[in-house]
């Protein structure tokens, strides 16, 4: 042995010695290969050298640490077929290649795919670590040829056996601590969800934490509506600002799907290549997502929808994110029906809340305008009436008309319309409520039942009739144009609720404003005053006169005096059985009012028994111009007329 070979022996063993002591205190990758470079660059010329890394299943290797001609590379993934690095993980032995022409020879003759320049000397090992290939470990030269023996490809495999180890040592760490971090996200995920209690806060902070804790790119919840799985909440979109609204996205439970998959079968649907599996659902808003895992959220043994991740990048996903899912889906699944429980608790002491206060305020309404404006108010309090109108039916004529009538938030005028056009006339001739969830489901029905659109296609439609003993007074509707599974069968349950007291209350004041209106007319009658002649009115008076009538007979006739400008007004009693001092007090006022706006008062009509009464009493009635009846008066009248022009 020479002395030149003796050192070198020397130097090979202290690297050896060395190499374990060294390796066993790296920390993190980096620092692993950087002290493997200045290991091996002390037995070799590492001019060109570099270390891959490969973890079993995966079809691609990188180079994490690339030296090429003195200068370092940034880390590159290749296919798992790639180059002669390739062909060592395949095959999990070493190769020498001391000429250019060996090289260009072995890669043509296993149809290997050439990396790079050709290089005239090259030497790999594979890194194995309890019979896995972690990765390649290789050197290489561009000037020179036969620059390595097989004594240095033996040495350089020792040397790798040791990085093996470190590298699936690291491995092993990485995965702990990640594990670690994982469960400490879990926990922090839990306990931020279970402390709340407001559904869309609970759904906002399960994907924005874990789109934060674990980087993914896209995050969402979807949940079991009817035969429908409904997108309820999004993350943020890869790095932007951009969410999706709710409801934007929904599958049929039986359609072809990764999350209808997840949701019949109850188990992980995970896809590391979206775009080559005819399940995946592609929208334009998440056109970069190349990888997917759905888990189903259970709770109770009952499937209530699906926690949903995606990727932009392809082989995204393992075992241990299906894992790491499962448990956040756990979590998210107890979260969400919590909340859901409480918001049902409190939406029905609320309802009841509003449902009594809504009975009350109807009960107090009389007049139709007032109480429809009060039902529409309470309401509001319940629902986005945003769009929302009561139509009242008239069976007289067959027609229906709007007076309370909401659009895009905007009052609309009161529109008459054949009672039988749109939904609102489906439900006035069948009596029955409808609900529609979603636009298909709108356009269906119109058409099976032959109903022609009226106005803008509303995406959630919900109506109910206004009854009141089986009778039909109207149709109390609700609807949105964004969103689609607004309505549950919840809401119809308390939307007609509301309606029957509202119908009740409504028929109420159709009877009270006709109460009122014959009142007037029967007022009206009772003291008519009638313009006979240019000047000259009469008013006659037919039953008995109290103090309330005795007003509204002054009230009528002072304001007849001063309508027609009359000069003669002719009171006729001959209808009234009974004048007492009151009544005969009353006429004497009534006529000095009238002779104070101007007009001479003449009564007519007083029977010989009322006469023998009157002067009983001992009234001042000669003050009064009386003639025996009507006619006379008038001729007093017209008489008089001609006396004063």
């Known amino acids: ?53 490969y973890e079993e299943g995966s079809d691609e290797w990188t180079a994490v640490f690339d030296q090429e001609r003195g200068e370092r590379q940034p880390r590159t993934r290749y296919k798992v077929g790639t180059g002669v690095t390739g062909h060592i993980i395949r095959t999990q032995k070493p190769v020498l290649l001391n000429t250019r022409q060996a090289g260009v020879e072995f890669e043509k003759a296993r149809g290997i795919e050439t990396l790079g320049p050709p290089s005239m000397c090259w030497m790999g090992v594979p890194l194995i670590s309890t019979g896995k290939v972690v990765g390649v470990m290789a050197i290489q030269s561009y000037e020179q040829e036969r620059l390595y023996s097989e004594r240095d490809v033996a040495l350089f495999s020792t040397i790798g056996a040791q990085i093996a180890v470190a590298i699936e040592n690291l491995r092993l760490l990485a995965e702990a601590r990640r594990w670690a971090q994982e469960l400490e996200a879990i926990n922090e995920v839990g306990r931020t969800i279970t402390s709340m209690l407001d559904l869309d806060a609970v759904l906002r902070q399960i994907v924005d934490t874990t789109k934060a804790h674990f980087d993914y790119y896209f995050v969402d919840i979807a949940l079991v509506e009817g035969d429908q799985i409904v997108f309820e909440d999004g993350s943020a979109i890869g790095t932007s600002d951009v969410r999706l609204e709710r409801g934007s996205l929904l ?39 190349r990888s997917e895992l759905t888990v189903p959220l259970v709770v109770k043994d009952r499937i209530i929808g699906v926690l949903d991740v995606q990727s932009d990048q392809c082989e995204a996903f393992g075992e241990t994110d299906v894992a790491l899912l499962q448990s956040l889906a756990s979590q998210a699944g107890v979260a969400i029906e919590n909340a859901r429980l409480f918001q049902r608790q409190e939406r029905r002491i609320t309802e009841m809340a509003i449902l009594n206060e809504i009975s009350r305020s109807v009960s107090a309404a009389l007049r139709l305008d007032d ?38 938030g905007q009052r609309q005028p009161v529109v008459q319309r054949r009672a039988v056009t749109g939904l609102t006339g489906y439900i006035i001739h069948h009596r029955q409520p409808v609900l529609l969830h979603t636009v298909r489901e709108n356009l269906n029905f119109k058409q099976t039942q032959g109903i022609a659109g009226i106005g803008e296609l509303a995406k959630s439609w919900l109506g109910v009739p206004l009854l009141v003993a089986n009778k039909i007074v109207g149709v109390m509707t609700i609807q949105s144009y964004e969103y689609e599974h607004l309505y549950s069968e919840q809401d119809l349950a308390l939307f007609a609720t509301i309606a029957a007291q509202a119908a009740i209350a409504i028929e109420n004041a159709r009877l009270f404003d006709e109460a009122q209106r014959l009142a007037a007319t029967i007022t009206e009658l ?48 001959t209808g009234v059985p009974i004048i007492d001092s009151w009544v005969a007090n009353h006429l004497l006022h009534t006529a000095q009012a009238t002779e104070l ?49």
């Open 1 to 53: 042995m020479t002395d030149l070979e003796r050192e070198r022996y020397i130097t090979e063993l202290s690297v050896l010695n060395e190499m374990s002591q060294v390796l066993s205190s790296a920390r993190e990758l980096n620092d692993l290969l950087e002290r493997v470079y200045q290991q091996v660059s002390r037995l070799f010329d590492t001019t060109n050298f570099y270390v891959a890394t």
């Open 371 to 408: 109480l429809l404006e009060t039902i529409y108010q309470q309401v509001t309090r319940l629902f986005d009436t945003t769009n929302f109108f009561i139509s009242l039916y008239h069976e007289d004529t067959g027609e229906r008309s709007s007076p309370i009538h909401l659009e895009h």
């Open 251 to 289: 599958v049929e439970l039986q359609q072809t799907s990764l999350v209808g998959d997840a949701v019949r079968t109850g188990q992980p649907v995970l896809v590391n290549d979206v775009l080559n599996d005819p399940r995946y659902y592609s929208i334009p808003a998440l056109a970069a997502t």
């Open 597 to 645: 706006l101007g007009a001479r008062c003449v009564l007519t009509g007083i029977s010989p028994d009322i006469a023998q009464s009157i002067v009983g009493l001992d009234l001042p009635l000669t003050k009064l111009t009386t003639l025996p009846n009507v006619q006379a008066g008038i001729r007093y009248a017209l008489a008089l007329l001609r006396r004063t022009r």
């Open 526 to 573: 009772s003291t008519p005053v009638i313009q006979i002649w240019d000047q000259v009115l009469v008013l006659p008076l037919i039953g008995g006169i109290d103090q309330d009538r005795s007003r509204q007979i002054m009230e009528t006739l002072l304001e007849g005096i001063t309508q027609h400008q009359a000069r003669v007004v002719i009171i006729d009693v």
